[in-house]
């Protein structure tokens, strides 16, 4: 018999969709897979949650393994009878609902609880003023069940990343968290708890609810279970696969009726880049301005490299000069053509000491690209990371800003639709660009094909556990052939360009 016994996240998706609670709690249709991103956000999670204990030192800890709900709750009754004041994980049930506690203090007025939050981003705006209601209902659920409980509460609090914070020296734990005070809005939400559960519970008890597609279904992330409720929904050329457009505005279009491209009337507003991405989907005609084409190669020069990095984020930085969540170079690759006609010669650095990488990777950049270079990257993003980097090592800031000043975007002709053709589907990311110029992705065969991948599989090798030397060597191989793949594709797209010039 399935338990209709709710948690705090099943309350909080049961707010976002009743019928995504349902088909998780009820239904038979197998949820997606958690993407490479959840499973770094939920890894990232437990580090903050473990490191955001360190600002309450001494207290007990529920532990999550070996034990059911039950002897968790019986043990956290236990620590609070025989005086402990600070517990990690305290497990309570109260109306049917577990609820388990990031960390609950005695304060001097009764108990206080914190839930820990690996995000930086928790305002509406940022005018921080309005916390975030996801925060906010899974905050005052908690305090619903500790109340029904019988447990004093006094506060609750909301504990998060300070995404402002710099390392410099030893980790400072009170800087690298912010504390918000969210007494007053959890017991505002109190109000409307007893009801909402009331119509969660109405749906659970019936067949699986009629609820139409909306926002909801990718905010604030992608529902495991988009794929039962859009099954009906084309894959290509609908309103909500024009790029850039506002998930408020594809949904207005779509409750109007207006699902395919060839269904979009002229008047609806669309940006210019929008606007052609359906008629070139249509119709079928490439964009070509070979005028601003050989205007952008002709601001080229020899010698020539091609550039591209792969980073990594912390959430909590483990080295001077890191910000939560700011990029830190570990890999890069470069071709180089000393001249024009010369073949591409092949450069890369990647860091195998699993310490800091940065100033290694900097002597390195310096030791492979000449002063005078012209530079190729895709985007700014290489550009943003030079800068950093000449932040945070003043010595070298002379020599990497005179990097930064010779880098030209290879992107811009695809950004600006100098070219486009509809395979693009409206975006300039290499990896729709690249295909669309080739007839085929040479990323699709490889193990590590997009950068969330090379950034995980670099933590790994950094963790040093669970690996063996064969599995670090064959880590290794992916990120160099998926690093040299994005610098390779830069000059199948220099080169298409050359011949977009020659032949139009």
Known sequence: MQSNTLTKSKYVRGLRCHKSLWLLMKGDVTPEPHSELSKAIFDEGNKVGKKAQELFPGGKLVEYEGSDIDEKIAETKEWIASGESTIYEATFKFDDIVVMVDILTKGKNGWEFYEVKSAANVY???????????????????????????????????????????????????????????????????????????????????DEPEIK???????????????????????????FNINGLKSSKKFELYESGVTMFEDIRDNFSLSDNQRLQVEAELSGKETVD???????????????????????????????????????????????????????????????????????????????????????????????????LAQQFPDYSSHLLNFDKNIIDLSIPFKEKYFYKKEMKGSYSIKKVLPALLGHSPYSEMD?????????????????????????????????????????????????????????
């Open 213 to 239: 597609i909306g926002v909801y279904c990718n905010e604030p992330h992608e529902c495991e279970f988009k794929a039962h409720c859009w099954k009906d929904i084309p894959k290509d050329n609908t309103v």
């Open 448 to 504: 590590i094909n997009e950068g969330l991948g090379a950034s995980n599989s670099f933590k790994k090798l950094m963790s040093k556990k669970d690996l063996t030397p064969h599995d670090r060597e064959k880590i290794k191989k992916d990120l160099k052939i998926y690093c040299k793949q994005d610098t390779q594709g830069m000059i199948d797209v220099l080169e298409h360009l050359t011949q977009i010039s020659l032949n139009y």
């Open 290 to 388: 070979l005028e601003q084409i050989n205007n952008f190669l002709n601001n080229l020069w020899y010698p020539l490299c091609f550039l591209d990095f792969e980073t990594i984020t912390q959430v909590v930085p483990e080295w001077d000069g890191i910000m939560p969540y700011k990029p830190i170079p570990f890999q890069y690759s470069i071709h180089f053509i000393k001249q024009e006609g010369d073949r591409p010669l092949h450069l890369d650095f990647l860091d195998e000491e699993y310490s800091d990488p940065r100033k290694k990777l900097i002597d390195s950049l310096i030791k492979h690209i000449p002063k005078e270079a012209c530079i190729l990257a895709w985007t700014d993003y290489e550009g943003r990371q030079i800068r950093n």
């Open 124 to 206: 509406n705006t940022s005018s921080e003023v309005k916390i975030k209601d996801i925060y906010v209902n899974d905050i005052a659920i908690q305090y619903y069940v500790l109340k029904g409980s019988g447990l004093d509460i006094s506060s609750s609090f909301l504990v998060h990343i300070n995404g402002q914070y710099v390392r410099q020296g030893p980790l400072e734990k009170e800087k690298l968290f912010s504390i918000v005070d969210l007494t007053e809005d959890t017991i505002d939400a109190q109000k409307g708890i007893v009801d909402e559960l009331k119509t969660i519970r109405e749906a659970l008890g019936g």
